[in-house]
């Protein structure tokens, strides 16, 4: 191989052409408010979680033996922090990729004094790989994914089979994955996949959506939506084996 052809090489593997899978995300670079800079800077020992560190002990990261529910891309935190709040009895990972969103969580966390939850920085998918162990987990949590509208973006899609499967692998038997949208041909794709998914059971009773549990909050977004008259979709399976 001749310099150049190298130097192209090394370029395309920089930019992570060759390697990089497709992500459910494209990292926006959005700027950090000086509180939610604070809030990164004074939370993050106590309340932050990084890949590097590996698979997790759960009971030595909360001190406690309590069941965990872990959120996939939290957003600005809002339902996850209202959730932690009315459930103490619970542990809760939130892991998002976007600054703003995690120093925003942080932020009204530490506001609430909150003692049972804990935030990654990261890609998901490679949190779940690296970080979280085999049947350790009580719920699963993700609201309102990027839709990915466009047909040629649907690969983007966070919910494929080989993700509800790794999925389903962390959660115990008995475990549920909740899924909400309010983008239909979306929920219609999560229905698809979840159907045709190995180890998973439907516990809605219709065999599709179930109605808006009461512990997931109602947030702005989707309070929005309602007023605009959109509709918002429930799914929930739970691990059959
Ligand atoms: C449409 S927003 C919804 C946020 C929040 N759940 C809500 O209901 O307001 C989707 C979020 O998922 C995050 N996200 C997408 N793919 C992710 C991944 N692989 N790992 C972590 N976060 C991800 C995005 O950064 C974005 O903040």
Redesign the pocket.
Known sequence: MNESSKANLEEALNEGKYIRKV???VK?EGRLTKGQAAAIEKCWSSMGLEHSQGLLDFSQVFGNDNDVVL??????G??LVEMAKNAPHLNFIG????RP?VGACLMEADEAGLTNLRVFE????E?LADCIADGSLTTMQ??????WHKKRHHKRR?VQPEFVESLRQKLRVGGVFHM?TDWENYAEHMLEVMTAAPGYENISETQDYVPRPDNRPL?K??QRGHRLGHGVWDLMFKRSN
Do not use: C, N, Q
């Open positions: 992500r459910s995300f926006r959120e996939i891309g939290f957003g600005m809002k339902s892991i998002e990729v976007h969103g990261h890609d998901a998918v949190v993700l609201f309102f994914p990027d839709p966070i909400a947030t977004f989707e």
